[in-house]
């Protein structure tokens, strides 16, 4: 014979068929298809699912692969050193292979996509920025040589 399940819901209290955690209604989503007018998981566990489920299927990584990652960068975003954390990092792929090549910040992420990964057209607007700044070529050459 099984174990007797606890009941779903009590009042106002219900219990996660995830974590089995017993939990205010407040903690759980709409879902109109359930006798309870709520979902089975908690907004806490259906959360974590989706996180994990959208790492695995668009980069074919875990949560946890991905945090090592971090950690090997010494949550830093990869191209200009910004502190970043697993809410805050973007990965760096490419969309074809789905190899991964680095954690990046957001700010350097959407300047790559602009840019369509062309290394020329990240140099003609930071050659651009340095003329506007008044940044003597010699020191911008510096610069990018001390990167290499």
Not at 47 to 66: D, G, I, M, P
Not at 114 to 141: P, S, T, W
Request: overall charge positive; hydrophobic content about 30%.
């Amino acid at each position: 014979m099984s174990k007797p399940k606890p009941p779903v819901r009590v009042g106002d209290r219900k219990v996660c068929s995830k974590c089995r955690w017993e939990k205010h209604v407040s903690e759980f989503g709409k879902n109109n298809s359930k006798r309870d007018r709520l979902n089975t998981w908690c907004n806490t566990c259906k959360s974590e699912y989706f996180k994990q489920h959208y790492v695995k299927k668009k980069y074919n990584r875990t949560l946890e692969e991905t945090e090592q990652i971090l950690i090997d960068q010494t949550r830093e975003c990869a191209s200009d050193g910004t502190p970043i954390n697993m809410k805050t990092r973007k990965m760096h792929h490419n969309k074809e292979t789905g190899q991964i090549y680095d954690l990046l910040c957001h700010s350097c992420n959407m300047v790559l996509g602009y840019a369509h990964h062309d290394y020329r057209v990240i140099l003609m607007c930071a050659i651009y920025q340095a003329k506007l700044n008044n940044i003597d070529f010699g020191e911008f050459i510096d610069f990018l040589k001390s990167k290499f």
